[in-house]
T-cell receptor
Framework: ETGVTQTPRHLVMGMTNKKSLKCEQH?????MYWYKQSAKKPLELMFV???????ENNSVPSRFSPECPNSSHLFLHLHTLQPEDSALYLC???????????FGPGTRLTVL | AQSVAQPEDQVNVAEGNPLTVKCTYS??????LFWYVQYPNRGLQFLLK??????LVKGSYGFEAEFNKSQTSFHLKKPSALVSDSALYFC???????????FGGGTRVLVKP
């Protein structure tokens, strides 16, 4: 509905698994973002990409690895996650950084 | 470091009554400010923003917010709340000199019939 799609919508993984989250925006935007939303915690910015270049890494552990092959797609590769990484992972895009961000529906991740 | 505070975890209001959701911010330099709303199992939806200009900003669904520089506040208001306004509301702030938005902790609004 907002032009930002995320797949899968739900993901359950073990601590030794490797999985990837995908985000695609159909808005022609140049900037894309990953956020983590945990229960009872503020929305946490993880990564910012502007014109496919990473411009912000908010001290995210290396078990989260982003990839931005082009301005329309953003991935978050996950490996050896911890149960405390269980959260809703939101992708967003904006025309330029500092512009209004439009969010996808999120991927609900559960790490067992 | 920039920060955003939403002092109320939850706001309860009767349908038809005015709704106010509070937000204060701390950023370096000129701020740009947003309000977003999140319904269950959905992403955040943009409501309104302030960058420059009029201190009173009008947004979607009858919401408005007032930028107050001296109080570093950006409270969200709606004159007459609807049951369908029940949701989680987030305030966000950034600095015109930076490229990062900081979100508040969110305020849950419950509008009762």
């Amino acid at each position: 509905e907002t032009g930002v799609t995320q797949t899968p919508r739900h993901l359950v993984m073990g601590m030794t698994n490797k999985k990837s989250l995908k985000c695609e925006q159909h808005l022609g935007h140049n900037a894309m973002y990953w956020y983590k939303q945990s229960a009872k915690k503020p929305l946490e910015l993880m990564f910012v990409y502007n014109f496919k270049e990473q411009t912000e890494n908010n001290s995210v552990p290396s078990r989260f690895s982003p990839e931005c092959p082009n301005s329309s797609h953003l991935f978050l590769h996950l490996h050896t996650l911890q149960p405390e990484d269980s959260a809703l992972y939101l992708c967003a895009s904006s025309q330029e950084v500092r512009d209004t961000q439009y969010f996808g529906p999120g991927t609900r991740l559960t790490v067992l | 470091a920039q920060s955003v505070a939403q002092p109320e975890d939850q706001v309860n209001v009767a349908e038809g009554n005015p709704l106010t959701v509070k937000c204060t911010y701390s950023v370096s330099g000129n701020p740009y400010l947003f309000w977003y709303v999140q319904y269950p199992n959905r992403g955040l939806q943009f409501l309104l923003k302030y960058i420059t200009g009029d201190n009173l900003v009008k947004g979607s669904y009858g919401f408005e917010a007032e930028f107050n520089k001296s109080q570093t506040s950006f409270h969200l208001k709606k004159p007459s709340a609807l049951v369908s306004d029940s949701a989680l509301y987030f305030c966000a702030a950034g600095s015109a000199a930076g490229n990062k938005l900081t979100f508040g902790g969110g305020t849950r609004v419950l509008v009762k019939p």
